[in-house]
């Protein structure tokens, strides 16, 4: 058999990179020639320069803001004096949440108030030199807001970043990076059957503007000195869209337009569960048994032993189906075969433009109609493998006879176009549009064409 092989070109870039991560998963982006680095450490939203200026003194209805429209709440007021306090205003959200306004004489009777904190905001040491201590359902945040003093309780300190930006950095409570979101839950419970302690942190930015947006990350900072990043996205297509763009050992990631390299400090390891990435970067590889309890088999990164399935190795046959039309003419290629990996509708009708590709005039359909079902609803777990041949002829009609994808997630598509035994001396074109069901095909993806034809 004659084995015919395509060529797809790509666009290298040279980005600058800063994780969100420590030093020990810290990456380096090159292209072939060149390597750039730089150190990097968690970011968050809330920077420690000392000449960060402080919001102003912000009202009720700017507070409530924060929640409100996000989820249901009821208002309720203060009949005590929590904190030395006049009383004040207290707001408890539908899923766990309590937002507290404290009011006081004046702002200095409210620094005061202030004052009388321990720095994890669980004691209060009153004026009259009694001692209270507190057990709260969830950890707590204070900021001191005027005459105010503003009470945030929550398992997952979900607007803590928002009341940051608002009110300033609190005076006592669990830490203004504070971020212990529900979707970490399983590893952190996974951890900490494994014996490891474990510290959780707000990332605001991953620093990597090549990424796809994420709702949110977090930084579980365990016993052991390493750090595991967690990246929530959208819904589950847009994760699995973003973790599709890794090349198996994740040393490559393909975006829209580009193509960088990524040359890592330590082994590094991303595991992909619903809308969730995780990325996971070590020497030792000491945690891997723990988080693929939770998430299963990395989708990419640096091999390591793991006794269960690799779902994200599969070979041989995959599940396929496939339309072929004739071609007008050449379009705007000159070289044969060529295949493109296409991701959305919008890459589709981008493709359809750029090579020019016209159905032959004597086939009863249109670019249209033929490819009417390729939604970015399709799109979302499916893609396709565009096929541009060339024939010796045009009694030759080619069909697909298998797909199969190898052990680097390399296609090979088989072709049958042998030459009837009585044919015409004339050259043809096909488009053959190869619908890969059920997984997203990442865009660095070698397709080797294979022609039945001596």
């Not at 988080?291 to 995959?318: C, H, L, M, N, R």
């Amino acid at each position: 058999m004659k084995r015919i092989l395509s060529t797809i070109l790509v666009i290298t870039m040279l980005l600058s990179l800063t994780a969100c991560g420590s030093q020990e998963n810290e990456p380096e982006v090159t292209t072939e020639a060149t390597v750039v680095s730089e150190d990097t450490e968690i970011v968050t939203s809330v920077t420690e320069e000392e000449d960060k200026a402080e919001p102003g003194i912000v009202g009720q209805e700017d507070i409530v803001a924060v929640f409100e429209g996000v989820y249901s709440y009821t208002m309720n007021v203060y009949n005590n004096r929590p904190y030395e306090s006049n009383g004040g205003t207290y707001y408890v959200l539908e899923n766990d949440q309590y937002v507290d306004i404290y009011e006081y004489d004046s702002e200095d009777a409210a620094a005061q108030a202030a004052s009388q904190f321990d720095a994890g905001g669980t004691t209060f040491y009153g004026s009259d030199d009694t001692i209270t201590e507190y057990e709260y359902i969830y950890p707590v945040h204070f900021w001191l807001n005027g005459s105010n003093i503003i009470f945030y309780c929550s398992e997952t300190g979900e607007f803590l970043q928002d009341f940051n930006a608002l009110l300033g950095t609190e005076f006592a409570g669990a830490g203004c990076d504070y971020f212990r979101p529900t979707y970490a839950n399983d590893l952190i419970y996974a951890l900490w059957d494994a014996g490891y302690n474990v510290s959780y942190k707000y990332c605001s930015d991953t620093g990597a503007d090549y990424l796809k947006e994420t709702v949110s990350a977090c930084a579980l900072v365990v016993s052991n000195d390493e750090t595991i990043y967690l990246f929530e996205y959208a819904d589950e297509y847009e994760a699995l869209d973003e973790a599709s763009r890794y090349s198996m050992t994740a040393s490559y990631y393909s975006g829209y337009g580009f193509t960088i390299s990524i040359d890592y400090a330590s082994p590094v390891h991303f595991f992909l569960l619903d809308n969730v990435i995780v990325q996971y970067g070590s020497s030792t590889g000491e945690l891997l048994d723990a988080i693929s309890s939770v998430y299963g088999y990395q989708f990419a990164g640096v091999d390591y032993d793991y006794d269960g399935e690799k779902p994200w190795y599969t070979t041989g046959t995959v599940e396929y189906d496939y339309y072929t039309v004739p071609a007008e003419d050449s379009g705007a290629l000159a070289v044969f075969p060529q295949y493109v990996i296409i991701r959305s509708a919008d890459e589709l009708e981008k493709v359809h433009s750029d090579l020019n590709l016209t159905i032959a005039s004597y086939v009863d359909t249109t670019w249209e109609l033929l490819t009417y079902k390729y939604s970015d609803e399709w799109f979302q777990n499916n893609d396709l493998i565009l096929l541009l041949l060339e024939e010796p002829s045009g009694s030759i009609s080619p069909y697909v006879t298998d797909v199969t994808r190898d052990e680097d997630r390399n296609y090979t598509i088989s072709i049958n176009d042998d030459k009837p035994e009585a044919y015409t001396d004339d050259m043809a074109y096909w488009y053959i549009l190869v619908e890969i069901n059920g997984t997203k095909v990442n865009p660095l993806t070698g397709v080797e064409i294979v022609s039945s034809r001596d």
